[in-house]
């Protein structure tokens, strides 16, 4: 979102892409006439066909959702293949649900106004994390509000606060990664992108009992792992709840409990942050400014479903992203030459860079963007939804889209030597008014832990077989939590040439 957006109570226009035709937006909300001559004649009649004559995946229900669960980049694929850039996907029951993968479908549905398209009931996938009250469940004024206010703690001086603890967190966190052997590197990874949300969330005001915080949330966030993940809690009767958490080898009555510890914790800093009264620029400051139009603060409630949301987005799509970085450079040897020479050279990071773009590219953290519900009807590519339909953007998909990256599936960095990613063609990060916030600092852990990684050690593969992608609910890591070789570097003597 533009930091230049308003909290007015106005409905919002349509933006206008700076690609699109001056004459309006590229996508027909049905709305009213744009000049008073205009108003006088007959609207042209629609030539858009319904959604309902769009191809449906003929998969049985339960495959369907087994394959996303387990080979998401698969599944897609293969409802392009078999019935091209729409389709109807049944991994569940409820409203119909559309995959949408033309860069001008997903363009439009970035650009359509926030009373025609929601996501936040999108997100009840991941409430059992992030609750109903905070960001990722508000939509329109409210969602255009609160954004604004979070805003400042994504941004700016925030920022760049967040970018001197990152550079000094990767050194200090790489330095204790194991070495000499083959090693899992996600928990350690993810271990660190949790200290980096702990300076989002806390700034420089470590909360007392955070060591103890972050390990309970680390091991709540490991539940994902778990194909019990899916489930979604809040719908369950409390019956049928207590079934589940008697059968152990689910991991919910374990994910339960650690929930309500890191619920006790977070409470627990909030008050010890209210009494102490040192604020700032960290998302907690800015929340504990916040307030309802009766003038309340918000709720503890409120408190934990923001604070739970970030500690969920912000740590499992970059740690996810990091180990996919690495996993790539280690099968790449002239790649990894090259970067490991720039960062040696220390003049600029072109090519860290353009690593970083690519293996967002290839491997974005989230492949397919929450999807929008249809709350108004709304004409996109020809095609007519209706309110309750949910339209699902494969970032997957446009971002192997061989139209505009050649060798779509093949790892090539100077793709993006010197190219700055399209907006609508590049989405590792979402788009829109819902973009993720956090997307400046994910790239600068990215390159802070690769600069710190290569110029500490040699990086090398510990299989001979490249990782496969594996689920983690909302993210895909490499398979063997990115299981990955590290030596440290030769020190050169004295006076030897290279």
């Known amino acids: 979102m533009d930091s230049s957006e308003t909290t007015t109570g106005k409905t919002d226009k349509c933006p206008v892409d700076a690609a699109a035709p001056d004459n309006g937006c590229p996508v027909d909300h049905g709305g009213s006439p744009r000049n008073s001559s205009a108003a006088t004649e007959q609207p042209a009649p629609s030539t858009a066909v319904p959604a309902t004559s769009l191809p449906v995946s003929r998969m049985p229900m339960t495959l369907q959702l087994l394959l996303l669960f387990q080979r998401p980049g698969l599944f897609v694929t293969r409802c392009r293949r078999l019935y091209g850039s729409r389709v109807r996907v049944k991994f569940r029951p409820g409203p119909p649900v559309f995959l949408l993968s033309d860069p001008e479908d997903i363009k439009a549905i970035f650009l359509a106004p926030r009373d025609v398209l929601h996501t936040g009931r999108s997100n009840q996938p991941i409430e059992k994390f992030t609750g109903q009250s905070g960001l990722a469940w508000l939509d329109e004024d409210e969602h255009k509000a609160r954004r604004k206010l979070l805003m400042r703690s994504f941004k700016g001086d925030a920022l760049e606060r967040i970018g001197e603890s990152v550079r000094t967190m990767a050194e200090d966190h790489v330095a204790t990664w194991p070495r000499n052997k083959p090693a899992a590197l996600h928990p350690y990874v993810h271990r660190f992108t949790m200290e980096v949300i702990r300076e989002v969330i806390f700034g420089r005001v470590v909360p007392s009992r955070w060591n103890e915080m972050s390990k309970v949330l680390l091991e709540c966030l490991n539940y994902n792992q778990r194909t019990a993940s899916v489930i979604m809690i809040h719908r369950l009767s409390p019956r049928?709840?207590?079934?589940?958490?008697?059968?152990?080898?689910l991991g919910l009555d374990k994910f339960l409990k650690d929930r309500e510890r890191a619920e006790a914790l977070i409470a627990e800093a909030v008050e010890e942050r209210m009494n102490r009264g040192d604020l700032g620029d960290d998302m907690l400051s800015v929340l504990l400014g916040i307030t309802h139009d009766d003038g309340s603060p918000l709720s503890a409630k409120e408190f934990r479903d923001e604070m739970m949301t970030v500690f969920l987005a912000g740590t499992e799509t970059t740690a996810a992203a990091v180990c996919w970085a690495l996993e790539h450079l280690s099968r790449s040897p002239a790649d990894l030459a090259r970067l490991v020479a720039e960062?040696?050279?220390g003049s600029d990071d072109t090519f860290l860079t353009a690593v970083v773009h690519e293996v967002l590219r290839l491997r974005p953290p989230t492949p397919q963007i929450v999807p929008r519900e249809v709350v108004k009807p709304i004409e996109i590519g020809g095609v007519r939804y209706e309110p309750g339909t949910l339209l699902w953007a494969s970032g997957y998909l446009l971002n192997r889209d061989p139209v505009r990256y050649p060798e779509p599936d093949e790892f090539r960095p100077?793709?993006?030597?010197?190219?700055?990613?399209?907006?609508?063609?590049?989405i590792p990060f979402g788009g829109g008014h819902t973009r993720c916030l956090g997307d400046r600092i994910a790239i600068t852990e990215m390159k802070a832990v690769l600069r710190a990684v290569l110029s500490t050690y040699e990086l090398s593969a510990a299989d001979t077989k490249s990782a496969r992608p594996r689920s983690r609910t909302v993210v895909i890591i490499p398979d063997q939590a990115a299981r990955l070789?590290?030596?440290?570097?030769?020190?050169m003597p004295v006076g030897s040439s290279s």
């Open 485 to 491: 070789m590290l030596r440290p570097k030769r020190k």
């Open 414 to 426: 100077e793709r993006f030597v010197n190219v700055k990613p399209g907006a609508h063609t590049w």
């Open 343 to 345: 960062i040696e050279e």
């Open 240 to 249: 049928t709840l207590r079934i589940l958490r008697a059968i152990r080898p």
